[in-house]
């Protein structure tokens, strides 16, 4: 007698079914639409946004890319010495004021004085809660011609961005921040020139994991009946999903809670008495709010403090000062009931360390902001 088959519970991620590839194309178009794609190719790549940035700079070291990189936190600089040790000649820029925003004048001058044929910037900062002036740094771009490389990650659904009116080549599209998605894919939007401005070493035929081209010969340029590789089933149902949900909610829509929630934020904390990171709403990240902690207060103590409330604030990344604080207000919390929260547990934390703030207008200070959408 054979043994009974073993019985096992149900499970919706390890059950789920298999993706299929006609969805993944629509998903594709699907995402493209709500960056404004048109005519451009929207590669979903099968790896967090982190690897599809990495392929971008391999291959963009392929051909040898003169490029100017704007590093405004670690993502940029990681993204140079990608670029030149696969080949590119590299010039970082950094901002004048650590982990600030980058001034168009000197992207302009760069361009005009140097011998470049590629820009490659970071849209909005996670890291560090700003955002770069994507619209006017494009425009000195495409004066110049160089390809662009934007790394979109911490702005899709955060901030506005419309690929095609910005005259952007090449933008990296991650889906776990501003769309409150998956973070094990991600997604390349991609025309003509950013084709071209790629390439893969001589020789080079296998199966890469960090190629755009690759992705390009084995799935965009083919009829799209076979997902290349093994489909990463979970995160695509997951993207799907997300994607749904910005769709439903409409991708305006959603940037203007972001943009609504940093607004408010920015004014919010400059009422209770402290300094926001970013100089001006309009260079302040929809994701996040980076504020300085007056000096001499300790912010290990600040954010576990803060933390005991169940706030969401922690210390900034990368190349900004140590009293540097986020108070994040990505996705659901793009909201003024965890704004609130978060604004009463750092007023109480910084209370009871003896600094003084006023909650009261800080409150009314939020309050002032449109929150009916
Ligand atoms: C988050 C982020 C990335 C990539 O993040 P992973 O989650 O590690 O893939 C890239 N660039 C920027 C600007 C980001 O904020």
Do not use: C
Not at 31 to 54: F, N
Not at 202 to 226: F, K, N, P, Q
Not at 287 to 303: E, S
């Amino acid at each position: 007698m054979s043994n009974p088959a073993p019985t096992r519970r149900w499970s919706p991620v390890l059950d789920a079914p298999s993706f299929p590839a006609s969805r993944l194309d629509a998903l594709a178009t699907r995402i493209g639409r709500l960056v404004g794609a048109d005519g451009q190719d929207t590669v979903i790549v099968p790896g967090e946004a982190i690897v599809a940035l990495e392929a971008v700079a391999l291959e963009l070291g392929h051909k040898r890319q003169r490029v100017l990189n704007l590093a405004t936190s670690h993502y940029g600089l990681l993204f140079d010495e990608w670029l030149r040790r696969n080949g590119a000649s590299v010039t970082t820029i950094e901002p004048t004021r650590r982990g600030g925003a980058i001034d168009p004048a000197v992207v302009e001058a760069a361009l005009r004085d140097g011998d470049f044929t590629a820009l490659s910037l970071v849209h909005g900062e996670g890291a560090t809660g700003i955002v770069n002036p994507l619209k006017r740094l494009l425009a000195i771009a495409s004066a110049s011609g160089v390809v662009t490389l934007v790394d979109a990650v911490a702005s899709v659904g955060a901030e506005p961005i419309d690929v095609t009116a910005l005259g952007a080549d090449i933008v990296v599209v991650g889906p776990q921040k501003g769309w409150a998605g998956p973070s094990g894919v991600s997604a390349v939007v991609i025309g003509e020139r950013g084709w071209a401005a790629l390439e893969r070493p001589a020789g080079a035929t296998s199966l890469s994991s960090v190629s755009l081209l690759d992705l390009r010969r084995d799935w965009i340029d083919t009829d799209r009946t076979v997902i290349p590789g093994t489909p990463l089933t979970l995160e695509l149902w997951a993207l799907d999903e997300a994607v749904s949900r910005v769709e439903a909610e409409g991708p305006d829509a959603l940037v203007t809670r972001h943009r609504t929630a940093a607004g408010a934020t920015w004014q919010a904390i400059r009422a209770l008495g402290l300094e926001p990171w970013a100089a001006d709403v309009a260079s302040a990240s929809g994701l996040v709010t980076g504020l300085l902690l007056p000096d001499g207060v300790d912010r290990a103590a600040i954010l576990t403090a803060t933390a005991r409330y169940g706030a969401a604030l922690t210390a900034g990344v990368g190349p900004v000062p140590a009293n540097h604080v986020r108070l994040n207000h990505t996705g659901a919390r793009a909201a003024f009931g965890p704004i609130v929260a978060d604004l009463a547990a750092l007023a109480s934390a910084l209370t009871a360390a003896g600094v003084r703030v006023d909650i009261a207008a800080s409150i009314a200070a939020l309050s002032e902001a449109d929150w009916s959408h």
